[in-house]
Nanobody, 119 residues
């Protein structure tokens, strides 16, 4: 079994910064793609940022230039550094990972962490 646990969400002012963390635990051989998605009540869940490695990353258009994703495979952890936050960044952020426990990779989701950007 694999579990993803997120932390770092909270309330921040517009223009401020926040850093999210997600750590995978359990029977893990390796992790392929790992990253973050977000969702509000009136929008579909959207990609924020993913990383196959620290040199192979992908960002959603709305966060490019403001967010940075990084990972440490030795710790099975991925971070999302969010700078210059805007009100429209308010959402529940979900960690996602493709985890290999045996032969194949399987997708896992965290429970989500609330990020609220407001003055």
């Amino acid at each position: 079994q694999v579990q993803l646990v997120e932390s770092g969400g909270g309330l921040v002012q517009p223009g401020g910064s926040l850093r999210l963390s997600c750590t995978a635990s359990g029977m893990i051989y390796s992790i392929a793609n790992m990253g973050w998605y977000r969702q509000t009540s009136d929008k579909e869940r959207e990609l924020v940022a993913t990383a196959m490695s620290n040199t192979n990353t992908h960002y959603g258009d709305s966060v490019k230039g403001r967010f940075t994703i990084s990972r440490d495979d030795a710790k099975n952890t991925v971070w999302l550094q969010m700078n210059n936050l805007k009100a429209e960044d308010t959402a529940v952020y979900y960690c996602h990972a493709e985890v290999r426990s045996g032969i194949r990779y399987n997708p896992y989701w965290g429970q989500g962490t609330q990020v609220t950007v407001s003055s």
